[in-house]
T-cell receptor, first 114, second 116 residues
């Protein structure tokens, strides 16, 4: 079975541009998580979904960030407009009902905003 | 709120050395505790877990014991290998907004480098 798939793996963009990160969770998993990893702040949970419904978005830094999950096999994280301080590695993870602590992470998207 | 504190790295060891990575936590309830590992260029993977006090989690030669009295969950391995070089994250779970689901709170990670 394929693991969590993220695209693109690397993204370089200029300040002010819109950035869209994509994630395909493992088939059959009910939970989807978006994390951001930086040297300064470590790994931060941005938002998570259960059965495609956003449950907790308290980690989303500001209105420039938005996330959607239109169906069980696809989610996006959008930053508009992007800023240099958004540069980080963004991970998507998924897990199944009853074992939501056992999260399977994708390889991440390294975002650089210049 | 809940938090996890890990020893700062990097940690550099020779092959076959003994490894300890310290982890302590602060939690209001009775969390479950985890160690995740991140190999270069990859996402995190669950290494081991413990769900209640005095439980010992183990996997691939790594062990950690849930110590409620000292709020600790230190990771140990008796003989490390070059292939163990990675970043190790201590984490705890807390019940999420939905009631039956869990959010993970991670420590900042400890980079381990094992030299041949």
């Amino acid at each position: 079975d394929a693991g969590v798939i993220q695209s693109p793996r690397h993204e370089v963009t200029e300040m002010g541009q819109e950035v869209t990160l994509r994630c395909k969770p493992i088939s059959g998993h009910d939970y989807l998580f978006w994390y951001r990893q930086t040297m300064m702040r470590g790994l931060e949970l941005l938002i998570y979904f259960n059965n495609n419904v956003p449950i907790d978005d308290s980690g989303m830094p500001e209105d420039r960030f938005s996330a959607k999950m239109p169906n069980a096999s696809f989610s996006t994280l959008k930053i508009q407009p992007s800023e240099p301080r958004d540069s980080a590695v963004y991970f998507c993870a998924s897990s199944r009902q009853g074992r939501s602590y056992e999260q399977y992470f994708g390889p991440g998207t390294r975002l650089t905003v210049t | 709120g809940n938090s996890v504190t890990q020893m700062e790295g990097p940690v550099t060891l020779s092959e076959e050395a003994f490894l300890t990575i310290n982890c302590t936590y602060t939690a209001t309830g009775y969390p479950s505790l985890f160690w995740y590992v991140q190999y270069p260029g990859e996402g995190l993977q669950l290494l081991l877990k413990a769900t209640k006090a005095d439980d010992k989690g183990s996997n691939k030669g790594f062990e950690a014991t849930y110590r409620k009295e000292t709020t600790s969950f230190h990771l140990e391995k008796g003989s490390v290998q070059v292939s163990d070089s990675a970043v190790y994250f201590c984490a705890l779970s807390e019940r999420g907004s939905g009631g039956s689901n869990y959010k993970l709170t991670f420590g900042k990670g400890t980079l381990l480098t094992v030299n041949p």
